[in-house]
């Protein structure tokens, strides 16, 4: 069982960034220019959730001839139960915030 | 202007994320290339070197973190004998002043042993030495087998079936991208019939037992390290007790200020006993049987990989 990350406001950025389109393959930049966060954050948060299993990557070939090919990710079955766990309060804190109430 | 300083932008991107996968440590090495690649794929704009400095920031993140995991084990032993002998003293006789006298000698112990190692090994033109005391300091467990270790064994073997002599030679032979890894790729490379011929000719030619000697040799090198030290402890320790001991010779004529000084002097090859057979062997005893552990692994996938080409 991957231990629990500690969880940050950053890794909480990229985890909703990721649960948006849960099984499409993000680039890092892709995900940088979504969460804001720069390289230097955001690839120890993608290292550190790789190494628990959290999230998965994989090597796609480049859509442009002569590039080498880009390291994708998304998030596991884990990793997507834990986003989902943590987004959740988030969600509920917002509904109250706007005065709705949540189905 | 724009146009000029675009692809000298870019380059300087490139050199940068080149030394970000530079500074990452091995086991890391796919990310540093996920990080060239994206450089690669990113349009020409000022997000360029911004991006590429934050890879730096990341590799040395990286780097320094890997640096700084010396063993809690191996801080507590050292913070402990100090304390556990000045606790001795304190119980059982009550004059620490002793202690404060010995830790000199003590000091001149520990260090002109490392000191020692490392003359012995620079002399046998052994260069690995301040390798295997990074080992040694990051714990036995930083030095076992792993997913790197497994790679690195696979991709030696290969190389010498393929009768190369690095890694590098194997991709190229292969034709495996740098970010794939060996590994990985193994059950799919063993379904090609080229890739077996070549392999079978070198398994003909070069028997795996001398990759496997040699794995194991550089492998021990931390435990050899630690049993020259241990030894080196010893004779240091004595050394110290010898200095020690003419030092109170000076004051042979007022027995108050000669007896605290042998007694210190004494104290020094009981630590260096302390240290040498109580922290450093059952250290080194350990690090001989995680290597042995990591072999017998080795050496079954060994056998089992030539039992698979032939």
């Known amino acids: 069982m991957p231990r629990r990350p500690n969880i940050s406001r950053q890794t909480r950025l990229l985890f909703v960034a990721l649960l948006e389109r849960p099984l499409d393959w993000r680039h890092g930049y892709d995900l940088s220019k979504e969460t804001g966060l720069k390289s230097g954050t955001l690839y120890p948060l993608l290292m550190r959730l790789h190494d628990q299993g959290l999230m998965a990557a994989r090597w796609e070939e480049a859509t442009r001839p002569g590039l080498p090919p880009r390291h994708a990710y998304r998030l596991t079955v884990e990793g997507a139960a834990l986003a989902r766990e943590l987004a959740l309060p988030e969600e509920k804190a917002a509904d109250g915030a706007d005065g709705t109430v949540p189905a | 202007m724009t146009a000029l300083v675009a692809p000298l932008r870019r380059r300087l991107a490139r050199a940068l994320t080149r030394h ?134 696979l991709a030696q073997l290969m190389a010498a079936l393929c009768q190369g002599d690095g890694p590098d030679l194997v991709r190229r032979e292969l034709s495996l991208p740098l970010g794939r890894s060996i590994f990985g790729a193994f059950p799919t490379l063993l379904h090609d019939p080229h890739v077996r011929m070549v392999m079978v000719a070198g398994l003909a030619k070069q028997p795996l037992g001398p990759v496997l000697e040699g794995i194991q040799m550089a492998r021990s090198r931390p435990e050899a390290v630690l049993r020259r030290y241990g030894d080196a402890l010893i004779w240091m320790g004595l050394v110290a007790t010898l200095m020690g001991v003419m030092k109170a010779l000076d004051v042979l004529g007022r027995p108050e200020a000669f007896g605290p000084l042998v007694a210190g002097a004494l104290v020094g090859i009981g630590f260096s006993l302390v240290c040498a057979k109580g922290v450093v062997r059952p250290l080194a005893d350990r690090f001989a049987h995680d290597v042995e552990d990591d072999m017998a692994v080795y050496r079954r996938i060994g056998a089992a990989l030539a039992a698979e080409v032939r």
Not at chain 2, 24 to 43: F, N, Y
Not at chain 2, 60 to 76: C, H, T
């Open chain 2, 20 to 153: 970000a996968a530079d500074s990452l440590p091995t086991h890391r090495a796919a990310w540093g290339e996920a990080m060239r690649a994206e450089v690669d794929g990113m349009a020409d704009g000022d997000g360029l070197l911004r991006w590429a400095l934050g890879c730096v920031m990341a590799g040395y993140r990286e780097r320094l973190g890997a640096a700084a995991s010396v063993s809690g084990g191996m801080v507590v032993r050292m913070v402990l004998l100090p304390l556990l002998l000045i606790g001795l003293d304190a119980v059982f006789g009550g004059r620490t002043t002793v202690i404060l006298h010995a830790l000199p000698g003590c000091g001149f112990t520990v260090l002109a042993g490392a000191w020692a190692v490392m003359a012995i090994g620079r002399r046998r033109g052994d260069d690995g030495v301040i390798a295997a005391l990074r080992a040694v300091l990051a714990g036995p467990r930083q030095a076992r087998l792993g997913p790197d270790g497994l790679e690195n064994f």
